[in-house]
């Protein structure tokens, strides 16, 4: 292999393609990742033997081949090297990079055992906008839980009901749902696996334009700008939640966000191993408290306006603050009834996005 490409191209690929390596006694090649060329391009490979990814970057190929070689030694060099021109080599299994300035050899190794990366090439196709899918996973990631119990639950559900596009996650103790009419596809239910997609974030996160999932029976292909992912899919059946969101309840509050949000974050610092806060709530006023008998105890008052009964309930103070947080306007509301039953934290400006919480019995 002799090519010539772009230092600053190729770090930025190597940087994400290294996220998908792995590590396996009987199959160490999976912690390397594979350069192979195409005509005018470089195409880099990685495998945990769960996901996969592939990269394509342009490049002046003069003599075809591959080689497999340890990412981090590669980025590491090109972190530190200036010329934007290189020149890549392969002889005897070593990678010889070299620039006006400088010349460096990697011991590669053999691609012969590097696993063939499976494809989607049929399937139910969804077309997403980068925008929207990372409003998205900013609220609803966060809360989903790997879980060896409950596998379902482990990723994010995806549904497709005529023009509304449905996605939703959960631990068991919280939930979070959006739903969007920005996409186009249709027939689709599926269950993604939270790491890539976790990938994923930081890969649209700082690029335009759309991503396109291709789904078939039990994997899924995911395509945005010049990088693709290979995952399965988890098996089972997402829990049926429509009903475990209430539509009436005992107390209804709406409280400025930024107040809310600044004392359910506060209020952490003093969190017991329970991670409790308590909320008292009465006309006109909601109160915040949380008491660690080791460090000692924190309370805020907020002007809010209650309706209804007045009471006193505890939440896990992480969960409600990352609800409160996906909150994109200026008042969050919360629909509370006892503490046997969800409450809901929801953008009464956005109805697209609602979230609910289990309440902890303190």
Not at 151 to 175: Q, V, W
Not at 241 to 256: C, D, V
Request: glycine share 4%; hydrophobic share 40%.
């Amino acid at each position: 292999m002799v090519i010539t490409c772009i230092r600053s191209i190729l770090k930025d690929a190597v940087n994400i393609i290294e996220r998908f390596t792995g590590k396996n006694p009987s199959l160490p090649i999976i912690s390397n990742i594979l350069l192979k060329t195409e005509p005018q391009k470089l195409i880099l490979k990685a495998t945990n033997l769960e996901i996969g990814a592939e990269i394509t970057i342009p490049a002046k190929v003069i003599k075809e081949g591959s080689i497999t070689i340890p990412p981090r030694i590669l980025s590491s060099i090109l972190q530190t090297i200036t010329d934007e021109k290189i020149s890549l080599e392969v002889k005897n299994q070593k990678l010889h990079l070299e620039t006006d300035l400088t010349s460096t050899e990697i011991y590669g190794v053999d691609p012969k055992d590097f696993p063939i990366l499976p494809t989607v090439k049929h399937g139910n196709k969804l077309q997403i906008h980068n925008s929207a899918l990372l409003r998205i996973f900013s609220h609803i990631l966060q809360v989903i839980s790997i879980s060896d119990f409950k596998p379902e639950i482990s990723g994010l559900y995806i549904k497709s009901e005529k023009t509304t596009l449905i996605f939703a996650g959960t631990d068991s103790f919280r939930l979070t749902e959006e739903r969007t009419s920005d996409f186009q596809g249709e027939d689709i239910q599926a269950i993604i696996p939270l790491r890539p997609l976790q990938e994923l974030w930081k890969i649209v996160s700082v690029a335009d334009g759309e991503t396109e999932f291709i789904f078939s029976k039990d994997q899924a292909l995911i395509k945005t700008g010049n990088v693709q992912i290979i995952t399965r899919l988890i098996q089972g059946t997402f829990p049926d939640y429509t009903n475990l969101i209430p539509k009436e309840f005992s107390t209804t509050i709406r409280a400025p966000k930024n107040d809310l949000l600044a004392g359910v974050k506060l209020s952490g610092v003093f969190a017991s191993k329970l991670n409790d806060i308590m909320l008292s709530y009465q006309k006109d006023r909601l109160v915040l408290e949380i008491v660690n008998p080791e460090i000692g105890k924190h309370t805020k008052e907020i002007k809010a306006e209650v309706f209804g009964k007045s009471g006193r309930v505890g939440f896990n103070h992480r969960y409600l603050s990352d609800a409160v947080d996906s909150i994109e306007s200026e008042t969050v509301f919360l629909g509370l009834n006892d503490e046997t039953k969800p409450a809901v934290v929801k953008d009464e400006e956005n109805p697209t996005l609602v979230s609910i919480i289990m309440p902890l019995r303190i």
